[in-house]
């Protein structure tokens, strides 16, 4: 069965480090490389000069601020959200004017629990992008309080949060009776990269005591040959006879490589932290993804075709409504509903307070009053007959209800069997 790949580069790195150790000296740990981000929108633009300034999108998610002398001349500073390659569920950014800046500017950024996925708040810190599509840790200042990461820096390019020690699967959702493959990954050399089981951990004191804290099934941690305190990888057996969204934990003590300013001696000192990362269990059909903090977690979907493609999901008050002009396979943008060729996408949930309203489009609050719609398209990937599987994606942006233009990222995968 097709599986959910929430980190796209993570069955290269598996297929990597599935060889056995022999006798020759090991390679080290290939960096996590990935394509760079397509831009999704413009979260704020201003015109600063040599006075300097500040800039921040209007949720106050990132915010820049440029000291005086950082530019000889007046400059348009940009900051828009792109796909994150790494990791979708959490933000990315590319900060404009890329290249390097006369002085350094300090940014920050704002974290929300639904990014301690797979990870723990003492690990976050920040990456930029380079060139050659490696990802380099920058020293973050780390505020729990605020929930926020400040760095300094003397360019721009594309930036993301992530943890600096994490847990991850390449197969976030799988069926009853499968397994899932659980590894850890961190910084090698200052770059994102893979922990491989002959690396030297002279940095960690332990890790693994992987446990399910939610949920069934059976878990096999992986001990390193040779280093009894450490697991770094675990398999999960779906080992129920009902769909569930269990919850996998591991602990990591004595990684100390956090690079913070604000710490004594420039180094977060962690002592032990909890990561924990989901894996939804289904018999078949999910819908599985978040808008950005809001989980979405779906085992009721249905799937039909009344003269155009309907995909919904629900659980209880919270529902996702995907809508294609169309009734075949492909890629469709967002556009109105009634245009041929086009998709609507729309998020509710009115358990909440207020209530929440998202779609793919929205109504320009000034004249000329012109509809706008998301640069995300819906991906049909598998349309079968009545009674067969259907599959897809969405990724992009979605808008608050009204003429506003608040905006939040919908990243969600899905699967059902097609019953009209």
């Not at 599986?3 to 580069?9: A, D, L």
């Not at 920040?126 to 300094?152: I, M, S, Y």
């Not at 699967?169 to 910084?187: K, S, Y």
């Not at 893979?194 to 096999?220: C, N, S, Y």
């Amino acid at each position: 069965m097709k599986k959910t790949i929430v980190y796209p580069f993570l069955a290269l790195l598996l297929a990597g480090a599935a060889c056995k150790k022999t006798a020759e000296k090991q390679p080290l740990p290939e960096p996590v490389q990935t394509e760079r981000g397509t831009v999704l929108h413009l979260l704020a633009e201003k015109e600063i000069d040599a006075a300097g300034g500040h800039l921040s999108d209007a949720d106050g998610t990132v915010s820049v601020t440029v000291p005086p002398g950082a530019v000889s001349a007046p400059a348009r500073f940009t900051i828009h959200a792109i796909n994150n390659t790494v990791n979708t569920r959490r933000k990315a950014y590319r900060l404009s004017p890329e290249g390097a800046l006369k002085a350094p500017v300090t940014v920050t950024f704002h974290y929300t629990a639904s990014d301690l996925e797979n990870t723990a708040e003492e690990l976050m810190t920040v990456f930029f992008q380079q060139q050659n599509g490696t990802w380099k840790v920058v020293p973050a200042v780390l505020d729990k309080a605020e929930r926020t990461l400040t760095v300094t820096t003397s360019h721009f390019s594309d930036w993301m949060i992530n943890g600096a020690f994490e847990m991850y699967t390449p197969a976030p959702v799988i069926q009853v009776g499968e397994e899932a493959r659980l590894r850890m990954m961190g910084i090698h050399e200052d770059l994102l990269a893979p922990l491989l089981p002959w690396m030297d951990f002279e940095h960690v004191t332990a890790a693994g005591r992987w446990k399910i804290i939610k949920g069934q099934g059976v878990l096999t941690p992986v001990p390193v040959e040779h280093k009894p305190r450490l697991a770094i990888e675990a398999v999960y057996k779906a080992d129920v006879s009902e769909s569930q969204t269990v919850e996998v934990s591991a602990e990591v003590e004595g990684f100390n490589l956090v690079k913070d300013p604000a710490a004594p001696g420039g180094y977060r000192r962690t002592g032990k932290v909890i990561m924990v990362t989901p894996i939804m269990v289904v018999n078949e059909a999910y819908m599985n993804g978040a808008l950005e903090e809001h989980s979405i977690r779906f085992t009721e979907v249905a799937a039909v075709d009344n003269g155009r493609i309907v995909i919904n999901g629900t659980h209880q008050g919270f529902t996702v409504a995907i809508l294609v002009n169309s009734n075949k396979e492909g890629s469709y943008p967002c556009g109105m509903m009634g245009e041929a060729g086009k998709s609507a996408v729309m998020v509710t949930n009115g358990t909440l307070q207020p209530p929440l309203g998202f779609s793919s489009s929205y109504t320009e609050c000034h004249p000329p009053f012109a509809t706008k719609h998301s640069s995300g398209n819906v991906v049909i990937r598998k349309w079968g007959k009545v009674g067969e599987l259907v599959e897809g994606e969405f990724n992009g942006t979605l808008y608050a209800e009204g003429c506003n233009t608040k905006q939040k990222k919908l990243t969600v995968s899905f699967r059902a069997r097609r019953s009209l």
